[in-house]
Protein backbone atom coordinates (compact mmCIF):
# COMPACT_ATOMS: atom_id res chain seq x y z
CA UNK A 1 0.00 0.00 0.00
CA UNK A 2 1.38 3.41 -0.99
CA UNK A 3 2.07 5.82 1.78
CA UNK A 4 -0.67 8.80 2.21
CA UNK A 5 1.02 12.08 2.18
CA UNK A 6 0.11 14.46 4.20
CA UNK A 7 -1.47 17.42 3.27
CA UNK A 8 -2.38 21.03 4.45
CA UNK A 9 -3.98 23.83 3.26
CA UNK A 10 -3.13 27.29 3.54
CA UNK A 11 -6.14 29.44 1.79
CA UNK A 12 -9.67 28.37 3.78
CA UNK A 13 -12.17 30.47 1.44
CA UNK A 14 -14.64 28.51 -1.13
CA UNK A 15 -12.79 26.11 -3.00
CA UNK A 16 -11.10 25.03 -0.05
CA UNK A 17 -14.50 23.04 0.91
CA UNK A 18 -14.13 21.16 -2.52
CA UNK A 19 -10.83 20.30 -1.83
CA UNK A 20 -11.65 18.96 1.86
CA UNK A 21 -14.76 17.14 1.12
CA UNK A 22 -13.37 15.50 -1.94
CA UNK A 23 -9.87 14.09 -0.90
CA UNK A 24 -10.92 11.02 1.07
CA UNK A 25 -12.10 9.62 -2.30
CA UNK A 26 -8.25 9.25 -3.11
CA UNK A 27 -5.33 6.76 -2.27
CA UNK A 28 -2.14 8.26 -1.21
CA UNK A 29 -3.15 11.78 0.64
CA UNK A 30 -4.81 12.44 3.82
CA UNK A 31 -5.85 15.94 5.27
CA UNK A 32 -4.07 17.20 8.11
CA UNK A 33 -4.25 20.43 8.68
CA UNK A 34 -5.27 24.07 7.41
CA UNK A 35 -4.17 27.82 7.96
CA UNK A 36 -5.42 31.34 6.76
CA UNK A 37 -4.27 35.00 7.34
CA UNK A 38 -8.10 34.97 9.24
CA UNK A 39 -7.11 32.47 11.87
CA UNK A 40 -11.12 32.11 12.54
CA UNK A 41 -11.59 30.88 8.82
CA UNK A 42 -9.05 28.07 9.33
CA UNK A 43 -10.82 27.15 12.67
CA UNK A 44 -14.10 27.16 11.25
CA UNK A 45 -12.60 24.13 8.27
CA UNK A 46 -11.02 22.46 10.71
CA UNK A 47 -14.19 22.06 12.92
CA UNK A 48 -15.95 21.37 10.04
CA UNK A 49 -13.39 18.90 8.39
CA UNK A 50 -12.29 17.22 11.62
CA UNK A 51 -8.58 18.96 11.03
CA UNK A 52 -6.12 20.89 12.48
CA UNK A 53 -6.31 24.92 12.81
CA UNK A 54 -2.46 26.46 12.75
CA UNK A 55 -1.11 29.86 11.84
CA UNK A 56 0.85 29.66 8.15
CA UNK A 57 3.56 29.69 9.85
CA UNK A 58 3.05 26.90 11.97
CA UNK A 59 1.92 24.76 9.37
CA UNK A 60 4.91 25.58 7.40
CA UNK A 61 7.34 24.01 10.02
CA UNK A 62 4.88 21.23 10.62
CA UNK A 63 6.77 17.70 10.05
CA UNK A 64 3.26 16.08 9.55
CA UNK A 65 2.50 17.66 6.49
CA UNK A 66 4.53 16.66 2.88
CA UNK A 67 2.36 19.05 0.70
CA UNK A 68 1.30 22.01 1.06
CA UNK A 69 -2.06 23.03 -1.20
CA UNK A 70 -1.99 26.75 -1.55
CA UNK A 71 -5.48 28.13 -2.22
CA UNK A 72 -4.46 31.72 -1.84
CA UNK A 73 -5.93 34.49 -4.52
CA UNK A 74 -4.25 34.68 -7.64
CA UNK A 75 -1.99 37.94 -6.75
CA UNK A 76 -0.30 36.29 -3.82
CA UNK A 77 -0.09 32.56 -5.36
CA UNK A 78 3.67 33.12 -6.23
CA UNK A 79 4.89 34.69 -2.71
CA UNK A 80 2.86 31.73 -0.63
CA UNK A 81 4.12 29.11 -2.95
CA UNK A 82 7.66 30.43 -2.78
CA UNK A 83 7.38 30.38 1.06
CA UNK A 84 6.37 26.71 0.64
CA UNK A 85 9.55 25.88 -1.64
CA UNK A 86 11.27 27.46 0.65
CA UNK A 87 9.91 25.71 3.73
CA UNK A 88 10.95 22.38 2.20
CA UNK A 89 7.40 21.32 1.43
CA UNK A 90 6.20 19.96 -1.93
CA UNK A 91 3.57 22.77 -3.37
CA UNK A 92 0.14 22.20 -5.54
CA UNK A 93 -1.90 25.41 -6.36
CA UNK A 94 -4.69 26.75 -7.52
CA UNK A 95 -5.08 28.17 -10.85
CA UNK A 96 -3.69 30.08 -12.41
CA UNK A 97 -0.42 28.79 -10.96
CA UNK A 98 1.84 32.24 -10.99
CA UNK A 99 0.70 35.59 -12.70
CA UNK A 100 4.43 35.56 -15.58
CA UNK A 101 6.34 32.63 -16.84
CA UNK A 102 9.23 35.12 -14.76
CA UNK A 103 7.70 33.96 -11.32
CA UNK A 104 6.87 30.15 -12.48
CA UNK A 105 10.90 29.95 -13.74
CA UNK A 106 11.67 31.19 -10.01
CA UNK A 107 9.32 28.86 -8.12
CA UNK A 108 10.96 26.06 -11.04
CA UNK A 109 14.58 26.94 -9.78
CA UNK A 110 13.69 26.44 -6.03
CA UNK A 111 12.02 23.41 -6.27
CA UNK A 112 14.65 21.71 -8.49
CA UNK A 113 17.35 22.93 -5.91
CA UNK A 114 15.71 21.35 -3.01
CA UNK A 115 14.49 18.21 -5.21
CA UNK A 116 10.86 19.39 -4.43
CA UNK A 117 7.55 18.98 -6.66
CA UNK A 118 5.40 21.40 -8.10
CA UNK A 119 1.46 20.75 -9.16
CA UNK A 120 -1.15 23.13 -10.41
CA UNK A 121 -4.89 22.82 -11.09
CA UNK A 122 -6.83 22.55 -12.69
CA UNK A 123 -6.91 19.07 -12.79
CA UNK A 124 -10.51 18.73 -14.62
CA UNK A 125 -8.79 17.71 -17.59
CA UNK A 126 -8.50 14.29 -15.92
CA UNK A 127 -12.31 13.77 -16.13
CA UNK A 128 -13.75 10.78 -17.89
CA UNK A 129 -15.25 13.01 -20.82
CA UNK A 130 -12.15 14.64 -21.72
CA UNK A 131 -9.94 11.78 -21.21
CA UNK A 132 -12.56 9.87 -23.84
CA UNK A 133 -11.67 12.80 -26.23
CA UNK A 134 -8.15 12.23 -25.39
CA UNK A 135 -8.21 8.30 -26.26
CA UNK A 136 -10.43 9.40 -29.49
CA UNK A 137 -7.29 11.52 -30.60
CA UNK A 138 -4.40 9.05 -29.60
CA UNK A 139 -6.13 6.31 -31.58
CA UNK A 140 -6.78 8.94 -35.08
CA UNK A 141 -10.52 8.24 -34.68
CA UNK A 142 -10.01 12.36 -35.67
CA UNK A 143 -6.92 12.41 -37.78
CA UNK A 144 -4.81 15.26 -37.46
CA UNK A 145 -6.65 18.20 -35.30
CA UNK A 146 -6.13 21.39 -37.70
CA UNK A 147 -8.32 23.41 -35.78
CA UNK A 148 -11.47 24.75 -33.32
CA UNK A 149 -12.85 26.76 -31.05
CA UNK A 150 -13.32 27.40 -27.74
CA UNK A 151 -16.03 29.49 -26.13
CA UNK A 152 -16.42 30.79 -23.01
CA UNK A 153 -18.83 33.35 -22.27
CA UNK A 154 -21.08 34.80 -19.19
CA UNK A 155 -21.99 37.56 -17.54
CA UNK A 156 -19.53 37.59 -14.42
CA UNK A 157 -18.88 36.71 -10.98
CA UNK A 158 -20.61 39.76 -9.07
CA UNK A 159 -24.24 37.60 -9.68
CA UNK A 160 -23.22 34.69 -7.38
CA UNK A 161 -19.81 35.30 -5.58
CA UNK A 162 -20.25 36.71 -1.98
CA UNK A 163 -16.74 38.97 -2.48
CA UNK A 164 -16.39 39.11 -6.45
CA UNK A 165 -13.85 42.18 -6.37
CA UNK A 166 -10.21 40.21 -7.38
CA UNK A 167 -12.31 38.43 -10.20
CA UNK A 168 -11.98 42.02 -12.33
CA UNK A 169 -8.55 42.86 -10.85
CA UNK A 170 -5.01 42.53 -12.95
CA UNK A 171 -4.37 38.88 -11.79
CA UNK A 172 -7.74 37.39 -12.93
CA UNK A 173 -10.69 38.66 -15.35
CA UNK A 174 -11.69 35.58 -17.83
CA UNK A 175 -8.73 34.80 -19.57
CA UNK A 176 -6.24 34.27 -16.59
CA UNK A 177 -9.75 32.61 -14.19
CA UNK A 178 -11.52 30.27 -16.08
CA UNK A 179 -8.83 30.53 -19.15
CA UNK A 180 -7.01 27.49 -17.61
CA UNK A 181 -9.67 24.66 -17.53
CA UNK A 182 -9.60 25.60 -21.29
CA UNK A 183 -6.17 25.99 -22.36
CA UNK A 184 -4.78 23.12 -20.27
CA UNK A 185 -7.31 20.64 -21.95
CA UNK A 186 -6.20 22.07 -25.26
CA UNK A 187 -2.92 21.36 -24.60
CA UNK A 188 -3.32 18.09 -23.51
CA UNK A 189 -5.61 17.66 -26.29
CA UNK A 190 -3.15 18.95 -29.10
CA UNK A 191 -0.05 19.87 -27.68
CA UNK A 192 1.66 23.28 -26.87
CA UNK A 193 1.49 26.47 -27.92
CA UNK A 194 3.46 28.18 -30.53
CA UNK A 195 2.17 31.66 -31.14
CA UNK A 196 -0.75 33.83 -29.89
CA UNK A 197 -2.96 36.84 -31.23
CA UNK A 198 -5.63 38.79 -29.31
CA UNK A 199 -8.22 41.76 -28.99
CA UNK A 200 -9.08 42.79 -25.77
CA UNK A 201 -11.88 45.30 -24.06
CA UNK A 202 -13.35 46.64 -21.15
CA UNK A 203 -17.08 47.37 -22.22
CA UNK A 204 -17.95 48.47 -18.39
CA UNK A 205 -15.39 50.17 -16.33
CA UNK A 206 -17.60 49.01 -12.64
CA UNK A 207 -19.83 46.02 -12.11
CA UNK A 208 -22.61 46.38 -9.31
CA UNK A 209 -22.69 42.90 -7.15
CA UNK A 210 -25.95 41.18 -6.94
CA UNK A 211 -25.21 38.35 -4.67
CA UNK A 212 -25.43 38.68 -0.59
CA UNK A 213 -24.36 40.54 1.82
CA UNK A 214 -22.73 43.11 -0.16
CA UNK A 215 -25.93 43.49 -3.01
CA UNK A 216 -26.03 47.19 -4.44
CA UNK A 217 -22.27 47.65 -3.99
CA UNK A 218 -20.17 48.89 -6.76
CA UNK A 219 -16.42 47.31 -7.72
CA UNK A 220 -13.86 48.73 -10.46
CA UNK A 221 -12.79 46.66 -13.44
CA UNK A 222 -9.22 47.00 -13.73
CA UNK A 223 -8.46 44.09 -16.17
CA UNK A 224 -10.06 43.22 -19.66
CA UNK A 225 -13.18 41.39 -19.53
CA UNK A 226 -13.74 40.45 -23.23
CA UNK A 227 -11.15 38.88 -24.86
CA UNK A 228 -10.74 37.14 -28.30
CA UNK A 229 -7.95 35.46 -28.59
CA UNK A 230 -6.38 32.81 -31.37
CA UNK A 231 -3.74 30.23 -30.83
CA UNK A 232 -1.40 28.66 -33.09
CA UNK A 233 0.15 25.47 -32.22
CA UNK A 234 3.09 23.31 -31.96
CA UNK A 235 1.86 20.90 -34.62
CA UNK A 236 0.27 23.73 -36.60
CA UNK A 237 -3.77 23.71 -35.51
CA UNK A 238 -4.30 27.38 -35.33
CA UNK A 239 -7.45 27.27 -32.48
CA UNK A 240 -10.07 30.30 -31.37
CA UNK A 241 -10.57 31.11 -27.58
CA UNK A 242 -13.17 33.74 -27.05
CA UNK A 243 -13.80 34.52 -23.25
CA UNK A 244 -16.08 37.04 -21.95
CA UNK A 245 -17.84 38.48 -18.50
CA UNK A 246 -19.69 40.60 -21.40
CA UNK A 247 -22.40 38.23 -22.86
CA UNK A 248 -25.82 37.47 -21.55
CA UNK A 249 -26.54 34.51 -23.65
CA UNK A 250 -25.00 32.79 -26.52
CA UNK A 251 -25.31 29.36 -28.50
CA UNK A 252 -21.92 28.54 -29.01
CA UNK A 253 -20.24 24.98 -27.73
CA UNK A 254 -17.45 25.21 -24.74
CA UNK A 255 -15.20 23.41 -27.69
CA UNK A 256 -15.08 21.65 -30.78
CA UNK A 257 -11.97 20.38 -32.38
CA UNK A 258 -11.80 20.00 -36.21
CA UNK A 259 -10.02 16.79 -37.31
CA UNK A 260 -8.81 15.64 -40.84
CA UNK A 261 -11.41 12.66 -40.61
CA UNK A 262 -13.83 14.38 -37.82
CA UNK A 263 -15.17 16.86 -35.37
CA UNK A 264 -15.58 16.32 -32.02
CA UNK A 265 -17.66 18.03 -29.53
CA UNK A 266 -15.65 18.84 -25.97
CA UNK A 267 -18.16 19.53 -23.11
CA UNK A 268 -17.05 22.36 -20.61
CA UNK A 269 -13.31 21.76 -19.34
CA UNK A 270 -14.63 23.23 -16.11
CA UNK A 271 -16.22 20.00 -15.10
CA UNK A 272 -14.72 16.73 -15.12
CA UNK A 273 -17.63 14.86 -17.30
CA UNK A 274 -20.30 16.00 -20.09
CA UNK A 275 -21.73 14.33 -23.67
CA UNK A 276 -19.21 14.30 -25.74
CA UNK A 277 -20.24 14.39 -29.94
CA UNK A 278 -18.51 12.87 -32.75
CA UNK A 279 -18.85 12.85 -36.44
CA UNK A 280 -16.70 10.68 -38.53
CA UNK A 281 -16.23 12.62 -41.79
CA UNK A 282 -19.56 13.42 -43.35
CA UNK A 283 -21.71 11.01 -40.91
CA UNK A 284 -24.43 12.75 -39.22
CA UNK A 285 -23.46 13.86 -35.28
CA UNK A 286 -23.69 11.06 -33.12
CA UNK A 287 -23.47 10.81 -29.22
CA UNK A 288 -21.01 8.85 -28.10
CA UNK A 289 -21.92 6.01 -25.39
CA UNK A 290 -20.45 7.48 -21.87
CA UNK A 291 -16.84 5.64 -21.50
CA UNK A 292 -17.00 3.65 -18.27
CA UNK A 293 -14.07 6.01 -16.78
CA UNK A 294 -14.60 6.51 -12.86
CA UNK A 295 -14.22 10.20 -13.40
CA UNK A 296 -17.30 10.32 -15.14
CA UNK A 297 -19.60 9.11 -12.91
CA UNK A 298 -21.49 11.59 -11.21
CA UNK A 299 -21.51 12.02 -7.59
CA UNK A 300 -22.53 15.76 -6.80
CA UNK A 301 -25.69 17.71 -7.09
CA UNK A 302 -25.06 20.70 -8.68
CA UNK A 303 -28.01 23.63 -9.99
CA UNK A 304 -27.90 21.80 -13.02
CA UNK A 305 -28.51 18.05 -11.44
CA UNK A 306 -25.74 15.32 -10.57
CA UNK A 307 -22.33 16.10 -12.11
CA UNK A 308 -19.33 14.64 -12.03
CA UNK A 309 -16.77 16.07 -9.60
CA UNK A 310 -13.25 14.84 -8.74
CA UNK A 311 -11.57 17.68 -7.94
CA UNK A 312 -8.17 17.18 -5.58
CA UNK A 313 -7.13 13.67 -8.31
CA UNK A 314 -4.46 15.91 -9.86
CA UNK A 315 -3.37 16.30 -6.42
CA UNK A 316 -3.43 12.39 -5.31
CA UNK A 317 -1.76 11.90 -8.77
CA UNK A 318 1.18 14.23 -7.78
CA UNK A 319 1.27 12.35 -4.34
CA UNK A 320 1.16 9.07 -6.32
CA UNK A 321 3.72 10.00 -8.38
CA UNK A 322 6.31 11.06 -5.71
CA UNK A 323 6.41 8.22 -3.69
CA UNK A 324 6.23 5.87 -7.38
CA UNK A 325 9.35 8.22 -8.41
CA UNK A 326 7.06 9.04 -11.97
CA UNK A 327 5.95 12.71 -13.43
CA UNK A 328 2.84 13.40 -12.45
CA UNK A 329 0.23 14.75 -14.71
CA UNK A 330 -1.14 18.50 -13.64
CA UNK A 331 2.67 19.27 -13.75
CA UNK A 332 4.47 22.71 -13.42
CA UNK A 333 5.42 22.71 -16.80
CA UNK A 334 2.18 22.22 -18.01
CA UNK A 335 1.26 24.92 -15.48
CA UNK A 336 3.32 27.59 -16.63
CA UNK A 337 3.15 27.06 -20.20
CA UNK A 338 -0.96 27.52 -19.65
CA UNK A 339 0.22 30.84 -18.14
CA UNK A 340 2.53 32.00 -20.75
CA UNK A 341 -0.40 31.21 -23.46
CA UNK A 342 -2.97 33.43 -20.92
CA UNK A 343 -0.29 36.27 -20.05
CA UNK A 344 0.31 35.79 -23.94
CA UNK A 345 -3.29 36.64 -25.03
CA UNK A 346 -3.14 39.45 -22.34
CA UNK A 347 -0.02 41.48 -23.91
CA UNK A 348 -1.36 40.79 -27.78
CA UNK A 349 -4.47 42.53 -26.73
CA UNK A 350 -2.42 45.14 -25.26
CA UNK A 351 0.18 45.84 -27.48
CA UNK A 352 -1.51 44.48 -30.66
CA UNK A 353 0.94 42.08 -31.98
CA UNK A 354 1.31 38.40 -31.97
CA UNK A 355 3.19 36.80 -28.88
CA UNK A 356 5.67 33.73 -29.39
CA UNK A 357 5.75 31.74 -26.42
CA UNK A 358 8.39 31.62 -24.24
CA UNK A 359 8.04 28.07 -23.53
CA UNK A 360 6.89 24.53 -24.55
CA UNK A 361 5.99 21.09 -22.66
CA UNK A 362 5.27 17.51 -23.41
CA UNK A 363 1.50 16.44 -23.19
CA UNK A 364 0.63 15.01 -19.88
CA UNK A 365 0.17 11.34 -20.34
CA UNK A 366 -3.12 10.20 -20.67
CA UNK A 367 -5.57 8.77 -17.47
CA UNK A 368 -7.29 5.96 -19.29
CA UNK A 369 -10.29 3.75 -17.16
CA UNK A 370 -7.31 1.79 -14.79
CA UNK A 371 -4.76 4.36 -14.54
CA UNK A 372 -7.92 6.46 -12.81
CA UNK A 373 -9.35 3.53 -10.80
CA UNK A 374 -5.51 3.53 -9.16
CA UNK A 375 -6.03 6.68 -7.90
CA UNK A 376 -9.04 6.25 -6.50
CA UNK A 377 -9.28 4.83 -2.47
CA UNK A 378 -10.59 1.57 -2.22
CA UNK A 379 -14.79 1.65 -0.80
CA UNK A 380 -15.09 -0.25 2.79
Known sequence: MAKKLGI????????????FSLAPL?????????ADINMEAAKARAKEFELHAETVDDLLKDDDIDIIVNLTIPAVHYAVS???LDAGKHVYSEKPFVLSVKEGLDLKKRAEKKGLRIGSAPDTFLGGAHQLVRNLIDTGKLGKITSGT???MSHGMEHWHPNPDFFFLPGAGPVLDIGPYYITNLIQLIGPVSRVAAFASIPAKERTISSKPRAGEKIPVATPTTIHGL???????????NTSWDVWSHGHAPMELYGEAGTVFVPDPNFFGGEVRLTEAAKPVKKLPKWKHPFSVANEMHSHGMMANYRTAGLADMALAITEG???????ELALHAVDVMTGILLSGETGKFVAMQTSCERPAALGIEEAKALLAKKK
Not at 8 to 19: D, E, F, L, Q, T
Open 8 to 19: GVIGCGNISKAY
Open 26 to 34: FRGIEMRAC
Open 82 to 84: KQI
Open 150 to 152: CHV
Open 231 to 241: LEFENGAVVTL
Open 326 to 332: RPHRCSM
